[in-house]
């Protein structure tokens, strides 16, 4: 068949097909249009002229013409459907703390490479208390003492801030952390590690130091309520990380481009979790920890009850349907 | 129809067909970045006069955009219909899955938080040299996403073969040497007259009476793309 018969046969099929392309788009000018149904069939159609075009020779611009309406009709039919509210609720209720138990290894050494340091700061400060000053410099330590003194009327701020300013910038630094020590899985974990060693360093000389210095009550009361929330998203940002390292260290029986995409898909799982860990722990560490209340011991029983609920969280929710 | 030169992709479809995408290099995905990168900036320094006079909940407003435009808002942009930043279509790119599907809020997600990776040890060296290190272009955030930068739509342009008298060429032509004398016809419009004749005479067996060359190769295409010959 020559090319001039072959565009008058098939013509009206192509410009049926992409009218209904460019209306699916979001043209309103192209009244005319085709029903849905038979789109799939109208594709397949293109789909078998575009191959026959090819092999003929047809003209380069025919051929073109083809393949442009093919891979249009392509990306409108195969478009993933938008996750749904249920999809969201489903990961909520259980998926994610599933997630987090069966990637209990990389959870298992991120916890272990951050909460290890954080406690032997700790307790080292404690022993050898100028410790704190070869971790954190002076100055640091300083404003620190400043943002927990007794005699604030809010904890762990500066006098000048606000609630809401502070929640914004918790989540502004925070959930950035969680999601560098995320990326930086990707540099063989060397980035992940690095993040998670420093946190712990850091977060434990602050508070070895403060309670140190006796300002223990005031520390406590303010870490208390946010401090499971915060510190397990860290740990499981980590492990995210470590779940990219781990595709490229030893991918397996998979091609390490392989490996990494279906690691990565695990990987942005744990990380989405963690980041709205994050946000939550922003919203009480903004508006609830910086509050005084009387006695102390609420706030105490406040952060020990997150701890419990989080931790029977990861370790039962989810596992009802046949996990 | 591809050399190995081109930066094609190519994907098999469920019908049989091979799809074609042409990936984007590092200097155009360099400048829509860098577009994006300015709007962003445009934004926030509008944000910063805007909300300095509301106080601190200016301040919160401030830092929760400037969160949401790094590392969010981008990947909403290309997990939309037409798969790309404001920057990136403006040149004409779009992000696509591995497979040629569109992208969608994972993937897109996932390749955005993984910038931070590619923009270490400074400016992005290490998303160029990733880039460069594979056929595909991907950076490191290509990698874990399973996505590729690819041009969107070509722009089509109008172009046909001029229609003059057909004739049959004087050679019985192989498919592979029609196919050059239809893509000739096509482009010689926008070849100028000059070039388009130096080109036409490279086929001097066709060229048999004193036409112009351009002309004859015209008249053998429209005789090719099957116009009756008297």
Known sequence: M??????????????????????????????????????????????????????????????????????????????????????????????????????????????????????????????????????????????????????????????????????????????????????????????????????????????????????????????????????????ISGAAGFKLAGALISPGLRSRKLALVEEGRIAFRLIGGAALMFFAAAIVEGFFSPLIIDPRQIKYGVGIAMWVILLAYFGFAGRARGA | MLSPLDTAHRVATPEGVELNLRVAGPVPRALAWLIDFGWRLAALLVLAFATSVMGEVGTAVFLLTWFALEWLVPAVFESRTRGATPGKRALGLMVVRDDGAPCTLGPALTRNLLRFADFLPLFYFGGLVAMLSNRQFKRLGDFVAGTLVVYADPATVARHIPPLEPKRPPISLKPDEARTVLDFAERAAALGPARATELALIATPLLRDHDPPTQQLTQYANYLVGHASD
């Open chain 1, 2 to 235: 020559r090319q001039i018969e072959f565009e008058r046969r098939f013509g009206d099929q192509w410009t049926t097909l992409e009218n209904w392309i460019e209306a699916h788009g979001g043209n309103k000018q192209i009244k005319d249009r085709p029903p849905a149904s038979v789109i799939p069939w109208l594709y397949r159609n293109v789909c078998h002229q575009l191959a026959l075009a090819r092999e003929r020779r047809y003209s380069p611009l025919l051929v073109d013409r083809l393949h442009q309406l093919v891979l249009r009709g392509h990306h409108v039919l195969y478009a993933a459907p938008a996750p749904g509210r249920d999809g969201f609720r489903a990961f909520l209720m259980g998926g994610f703390a599933r997630e987090v138990r069966t990637q209990w290894r990389v959870v298992a050494l991120a916890s272990i490479l951050f909460f290890g340091p954080l406690l032997t700061l700790f307790a080292a400060i404690q022993v050898w208390p100028d410790f704190a000053s070869v971790v954190i410099g002076p100055q640091d330590l300083a404003e620190m003492q400043e943002m927990y003194s007794p005699d604030n009327e809010r904890l762990g701020q500066r006098p000048a801030s606000t609630n809401t300013e502070m929640f914004a910038y918790y989540v502004w630094n925070n959930t950035r952390i969680g999601f560098q020590t995320f990326a930086g899985g990707i540099l063989y974990g060397i980035g992940t590690l690095f993040f998670l060693l420093f946190n712990g360093i850091y977060i434990g000389a602050i508070l070895g130091h403060l309670h140190q210095v006796g300002l223990g009550p005031q520390i406590w009361s303010f870490v208390a309520s946010h401090s499971a929330l915060e510190l397990l998203a860290i740990a």
